[in-house]
């Protein structure tokens, strides 16, 4: 966990230098928040406090990296709440929750605060500025903006690559991480080099992330333009958060298939439900909520894949000779 946790640091050093101090911040009462919760749950429970495994601070830090920078630093003390005691805690304790942690934490936000987390967007920071102001304004003094998905959904390619500009510029900006989102899910790059580390490590292994993005390729260019096979694959692919979910949350332990082929499967489900939600949803993006749906298959997807176990059969007792 703390493996994982130290991965993301690089993601993190960039959304400082995108957004400012306060992702910082919030990044921090986040993880703080998770640990203080677990370890309050379990003594409440009459559990061993097992807050120093790193479980609830990786937690902290995810639930913070999926939601707007310019959220209230009260907010990620609420989403802990459900992310550990409601949906971790009191289903038993690490390994008995059916959904990933962070994600619940960010659904339940959504649902009961959907006003600061659709509209607390702001731009990358103008470096033209004094450094002073920038760090002590943390952006916020900007006016908000959309994320590139919004653009994308609501007023078309044409108006995304205004805004944006032409697609080679996105795809640079956007790989680098350059761009208006969440905290930490800005930057593909350093999200592919954290999870490129982790399957050094032996942590993850490819067929989640890779089953996941390549599905939300295919079926972006297949049905994401005005005509079939028009659409822009590596917008789908490089905007939001699915670089983030899926090397870092659709891989958890505990919420997804430990078989290699139900893996496959659970990966292009949840690709499969992104972009039904990107496109027809009311919700431009959909990675968390593909994400959680697909936990509640993963027990049915272990058994459906599990492997046959094979015997020789019984062969007749050989008649003793002298």
């Known amino acids: 966990m703390w493996t994982v946790s130290a991965s993301l640091i690089p993601a993190m050093l960039l959304s400082i230098y995108v957004f400012g101090l306060?992702?910082?911040?919030i990044t921090l009462v986040s993880m703080i928040s998770c640990m203080?919760?677990?370890a309050i749950s379990q003594k409440a429970l009459g559990r061993p406090v097992s807050v120093s495994d790193g479980s609830a601070a990786l937690t902290g830090i995810l639930m913070a990296f999926v939601i707007p920078p310019g959220v209230p630093y009260w907010l990620p003390i609420v989403g802990a709440v459900a992310a550990i005691f409601i949906n971790k805690e009191l289903m038993g304790g690490l390994g008995f929750n059916i959904w990933n942690p962070a994600l619940v934490g960010r659904a339940l936000l959504m649902a009961a605060f959907p006003v600061y987390m659709t509209a607390a967007w702001i731009p990358p920071i103008d470096w033209s500025k004094s450094a002073v102001d920038v760090y002590i304004s943390g952006g916020l003094d900007a006016v908000s903006t959309?994320?590139?998905?919004?653009?994308?959904?609501?007023?078309?390619?044409?108006?995304?690559?205004?805004?944006?500009?032409?697609?080679?510029?996105?795809?640079?900006?956007?790989?680098?991480?350059?761009?208006?989102?969440c905290i930490g899910e800005t930057s593909a790059l350093l999200i592919l080099a954290g999870g490129l580390f982790m399957m050094i490590r032996g942590i993850i292994t490819w067929h989640i992330p890779v089953s996941t993005i390549a599905t939300v390729a295919v079926l972006s260019w297949i049905f994401g333009g005005e005509t079939w096979f028009s659409g822009q694959?590596?917008?789908?692919?490089?905007?939001?958060?699915?670089?983030?979910?899926?090397?870092?949350?659709?891989?958890?332990?505990?919420?997804?298939?430990?078989?290699?082929?139900?893996?496959?499967?659970?990966?292009?489900?949840?690709?499969?439900?992104?972009?039904?939600?990107?496109?027809?949803?009311?919700y431009p993006e959909g990675v968390a909520y593909s994400i959680l749906l697909m936990n509640c298959l993963t027990p049915s997807l272990e058994e459906w894949f599990r492997p046959k176990r094979f015997a020789l059969p019984k062969q007749a007792p050989v008649a003793a000779t002298k």
């Open 22 to 25: 306060r992702g910082l911040l």
């Open 36 to 38: 203080a919760v677990e």
């Open 146 to 181: 959309a994320t590139p998905l919004q653009v994308l959904k609501q007023y078309g390619l044409s108006a995304f690559t205004q805004q944006f500009g032409n697609l080679s510029t996105v795809y640079q900006n956007f790989f680098i991480g350059i761009k208006p989102g």
């Open 233 to 282: 694959p590596l917008v789908h692919v490089l905007s939001g958060g699915l670089m983030l979910g899926a090397f870092y949350m659709a891989t958890d332990y505990v919420t997804s298939p430990t078989q290699k082929a139900a893996q496959i499967v659970f990966g292009i489900g949840v690709g499969a439900l992104t972009l039904l939600i990107r496109l027809k949803g009311g």
